[in-house]
């Protein structure tokens, strides 16, 4: 049985996917591969990978989902959940799988990011409430702008090995049992904020989570603009809302609605968006049901049954 499964989610950019697979494939330390085609308008082509799996999904129902099907058909002691689009200068897992090892309560380990020129890329953070996020997005800012003081600030302290409240879902290490004692990624997140609920229910199952600078790998993606893709920003504040109603007070609830609505009727006024994305945000965001987000539970709601059309090896 190997000791890491790698679970790569491919949904686009197969040449990504492609160079990802043969990279974890020479790794020396010889993970298993399973790669999640999410039902991929190009389907990944395992023929020239005989010693990886791929699982093809018939329906696209977010990242999360893909992911727990890969732990389904894993058999590791560790998950290794990973984005397509990373590149490994060197093998991340003897450094997180020594943090592991050192650390018997871990239950995820995250490394270093980089963008492909080498700066620093954000890949964990506090707990996310108004005030922190507010940082966040400022420091997201600077990072596609080339840099600045709480950039700065966060590169420094990401210089040494922490214990984050999330790491990024674009690549972490998962012990086995604490995946399966909070039983996975909750798929009621399509996109964005699932890699932050899984930490937190991590946290409050009583297990640590950790980045380890030691570890560095090369992600493509995280410097996109937000508001370029109308899909995307409806997606994510939906996510957001759905993280706050289980998470945090019902008084940071209100404020976080009452600031979206505003900013985003703000924006349709100065051109910053286009009015049929405002109207889709405004209905997001006024219709929520947050009470019913908060009675659905705190840890997760059983998995949905899925569909899985092929399974090749």
């Not at 879902?169 to 798929?187: H, K, P, S, T, Y």
Request: proline share 5%.
């Amino acid at each position: 049985m190997p000791r890491v499964s790698a679970i790569v989610i491919h949904y686009g950019r197969g040449e990504f996917t492609t160079r990802l697979a043969a990279q974890l494939l020479a790794l020396g330390s010889a993970p298993e591969v399973i790669i999640v085609d999410n039902a991929a308008e190009q389907p990944f082509d395992a023929a020239a990978f005989p010693g990886l799996r791929c699982l093809r999904l018939e329906e696209n129902r977010g990242y999360g989902h893909a992911c727990n099907r890969g732990a389904d058909a894993a058999t590791g002691e560790y998950l290794f959940i990973l984005n397509n689009d990373l590149e490994f200068p060197d093998d991340p897992l003897p450094a997180l799988l020594r943090a592991m090892d050192a650390r018997p309560d871990a239950g995820a380990a995250g490394p270093a990011l980089r963008f492909p020129d080498g700066r620093f890329q954000l890949s964990f953070g506090e707990q996310p409430t108004l005030c922190t996020e507010f940082l966040e997005k400022r420091r997201q800012e600077q990072s596609r702008g080339g840099g600045g003081a709480q950039l700065d600030a966060r590169a420094r302290k990401a210089r040494a090995p922490l214990e984050p409240h999330w790491i990024t879902g674009a690549c972490m290490l998962i012990r086995r049992a604490a995946w399966e004692a909070v039983a996975g990624f909750d798929e009621a997140y399509f996109f964005y904020f699932e890699d932050t609920d899984l930490c937190t229910r991590l946290r409050r199952a009583g297990f640590a989570v950790l980045y380890r600078p030691e570890a560095v790998v090369v992600h493509y993606g995280g410097g996109s603009a937000p508001l370029a893709d109308p899909r995307i920003v409806v997606s994510y504040r939906r996510e957001q809302l759905r993280y706050y109603a289980r998470y945090n007070s019902r008084v940071s609830y209100a404020l976080l609605r009452h600031y979206l609505l505003r900013k985003f009727a703000r924006l349709a006024r100065g051109g910053g968006i286009d009015r049929a994305t405002a109207d889709t945000l405004s209905r997001v965001i006024r219709h929520f049901n947050a009470d019913a987000e908060r009675a659905c539970t705190r840890t997760v709601s059983p998995r949905a049954s899925h569909t899985m059309s092929t399974m090749t090896e």
